[in-house]
């Protein structure tokens, strides 16, 4: 079995490349093994911050030697009167470096058999290798030394190995060979001879290249060690990505702070040590501890200089936050109020505290909306951007909302209100929670209404790589949120409100509620389809009303049209309404029924089992049980009856019939959407 290993070796990427950079390398060289006939069974990608690899398995020795038949000129202009052949025939044998008797006739044309030999794999690779290397795309690139070429970090070696032979070719001035580095402080040339010991010799020299061993590693000789202390390890995901990108040999370290920084709020010490200096916090019985793990990059037995620095550097940060919570804390968290007035929040758009009384108002609209009582709203409401203008939140932003929920406790206001605070930013990711109190939930959708409004109105450009204000995020979190929590908000309606509120600053109200309706029913699709529901299936519960003004009616009838189209029999349901809709679609003027006007007892039936249809008063169920019953009067109708009939009256009355029964279908969707 042929395997083809390929390592880049570079100076240490930055860590939010490497995952991005193993799915293009596997991507890219998935595509050109396929666009150059070459057959392999499996890429496998490997990493750590001085080196992307692959390992291409059961690759194919040589590309398949193929058989081409080519078409050639016309036989009356290829042979002449005496059937030979025409220096247009000669022309078509040259050109194809064929010999003129391997010419055949056939269906009135010339025709030639090319036979043409496959390359060998290596040769190709030799080619397409540098190709794929300089295809890799990311931010920060750059150039060193005399080079033209770009990449993240400098290049500083390549293996390129066909089994146990070197393809060499040269990229960066580096020439290929079997030679690759191991960790810094360990073997610094490592000798390859074949890609099944790659990982093995690589590992002898003190680097996991396989990713999820790497990241196993991890939580296995962390939680080793916080067992040790009798301690607990919580491995945030993003952080464990974050780490594992940032080692190859990876060694847990147990450091200390002391305890009196446990005084400060939990999150902000978390933070301290998770996001700004990526350490692991420990805990007992849930209760943080003055203990943290840092995972070393790190080859040796002594780890009391490693210890020592960061403990120091975690103890700085910690030192600046309790001053800053100190300096916070001289006053209540309703202080803060007045200063949003000097923090703009968009220009042209007033500032956070014109903002906070816009949310007011909204929050207003939604709880009454709701029915659910305004006093810890509006408080909410009104203290939820106070912390922006906080010493510890200007030095920590992230902790927006955290910091205000626990400032509003030790301000003495109500634990509802504090909670309502923190969660109004929630969701704060695409995976995250959403808030679970009343008072977060209706804030932060005022919250992110506004904004998304204020974005749209400032005619911001919004893009797969521009998210002005996270409009994105805020839409998606404002869908999440009534949905998780059944909240029946009008979002038409709280738009309509959002830009009446700033219509002194809105050039043409009407055409900007249309781009955010727009923007907003986009992003329900992307929503929908993300939890598996077929695209012509959203479609048709989205063409059929106003969804915005009812999300929860949406998702009802996504599963009631789930259903209907499941079912054996659904190809009679939807010729049936398919039917009615292509007759009806150039039709625009519709009358009452004249039940006198009926002249067969199809059309008859039809009436009064769709007039008895009362679609307002039952549920989706009932109403898919009573449309599946009229689908064998439906077909009957049109077996029997001649819709154009020369009586304009009756003509007209009939297509009003076939109005009426598509209403009752129309209340779930648009069936003409569905793929079928």
């Not at 700004?276 to 916090?281: G, M």
């Not at 951007?385 to 301000?411: C, H, M, N, P």
């Not at 049209?561 to 809709?581: G, L, P, V």
Request: charged share 30%; net charge negative; with cysteine.
């Amino acid at each position: 079995m042929n395997k083809y290993l390929l390592e880049i070796g570079t100076e240490e990427l930055a860590y939010r490349f490497i995952p991005s950079a193993m799915e293009q390398l596997k991507a890219e060289f998935s595509k050109y093994l396929e666009e150059n006939k070459i057959k392999f069974n499996e890429i496998k990608v490997y990493a750590t911050p001085r080196r992307l690899a692959i390992i291409v398995e059961d690759i194919q020795e040589k590309q398949d030697d193929v058989t081409k038949t080519i078409k050639g000129p016309i036989a009356t202009i290829a042979y002449d009167e005496n059937g030979a052949l025409t220096k247009a025939a000669l022309g078509f044998a040259n050109k194809n470096n064929i010999s003129p008797d391997k010419l055949y006739k056939e269906d009135n044309y010339v025709w030639a058999k090319i036979e043409q030999k496959g390359l060998d794999t290596k040769e190709v690779l030799k080619t397409i290798v540098p190709e794929i290397i300089l295809k890799l795309k990311g931010t920060h690139f750059m150039r060193w030394a005399d080079l033209d070429i770009k990449f993240q970090r400098p290049i500083r070696w390549v293996v390129s190995l066909f089994n146990n032979e070197i393809l060499d070719f040269e990229i960066a001035k580096i020439k290929a060979s079997n030679k690759s580095r191991g960790h810094r402080f360990s073997k610094e040339e490592v000798i390859i001879n074949n890609p099944d010991e790659y990982l093995e010799q690589l590992y002898k020299a003190n680097v996991i290249a396989d990713v999820e061993k790497r990241k196993k590693t991890i939580i296995e000789l962390a939680s080793t060690e916080a067992k040790k202390i009798g301690a607990e390890i919580k491995i945030d995901n993003s952080l464990l990505e974050e780490v594992t990108f940032i080692t190859e040999w990876p060694i847990p370290v147990i450091c200390t702070f002391e305890e009196k920084y446990l005084e400060i709020p939990e999150k902000v010490i978390v933070t301290v040590m998770a996001v700004h200096q990526r350490y692991f916090p420990l805990y007992k019985d849930g209760k943080l501890l003055n203990k943290f793990i840092t995972i070393s990059n790190y080859v040796g037995d002594t780890f009391d200089n490693i210890k020592a620095g960061n403990e120091r550097v975690v103890r700085a940060r910690l030192e600046d936050a309790v001053f800053f919570v100190k300096e916070d804390t001289q006053k209540t968290l309703y202080d803060y109020i007045e200063q949003l007035k000097g923090v703009t929040f968009q220009k042209g758009f007033g500032s956070v505290y014109d903002k906070t009384q816009r949310i007011i108002k909204l929050s207003k609209y939604i709880a009454d909306s709701i029915n659910v009582p305004f006093e810890k709203i509006e408080r909410t409401a009104m203290l939820c951007k106070a912390d922006l203008v906080t010493r510890l939140v200007f030095e920590f932003t992230e902790l927006q909302g955290f910091i205000g929920a626990d400032y509003a406790l030790r301000s003495g206001e109500l634990p509802e209100v504090a909670k309502g605070i923190e969660e109004h930013y929630f969701p704060i990711n695409a995976t995250s929670e959403v808030a679970n109190s009343i008072e977060g939930q209706v804030v932060g959708i005022a919250d992110k209404i506004d904004t998304i409004v204020t974005v749209f109105a400032d005619k911001k450009k919004i893009s797969g790589s521009q998210d002005p204000l996270g409009v994105r995020r805020a839409t998606l979190g404002i869908i999440k949120t009534i949905l998780q929590k059944d909240l029946h908000i009008n979002i038409s309606e709280l738009l309509k409100l959002s830009i009446n509120i700033l219509k002194d600053k809105i050039e043409d109200e009407q055409s900007l509620y249309n781009s955010i309706k727009d923007f907003f029913i986009q992003r329900l699709i992307v929503f929908l389809s993300d939890n598996n529901i077929r695209h012509d299936i959203i479609e048709a519960a989205i063409s059929s009303k106003d969804v915005l003004s009812n999300l929860n009616n949406l998702i009802l009838r996504n599963n009631i049209i789930i259903d209907i189209t499941s079912k054996n029999n659904y190809s009679e349901f939807h010729e049936a309404i398919n039917r009615i809709i292509r007759i009806l679609k150039e039709e625009k003027n519709f009358t009452e029924i004249d039940t006198n006007l009926f002249n067969s007892d199809e059309e008859k039936n039809l009436y009064n089992s769709v007039k008895n249809i009362k679609e307002n008063e039952i549920s989706y169920e009932q109403l898919e049980n009573e449309l599946v019953k009229i689908i064998p009067l439906i077909s009957k109708f049109f077996e029997k009856v001649l819709v154009m009939d020369k009586d304009e009256k009756i003509k007209q009355n009939r297509i009003n019939l076939l109005n009426l029964t598509k209403q009752k279908f129309d209340y779930i969707g648009d069936f003409s959407k569905i793929v079928f």
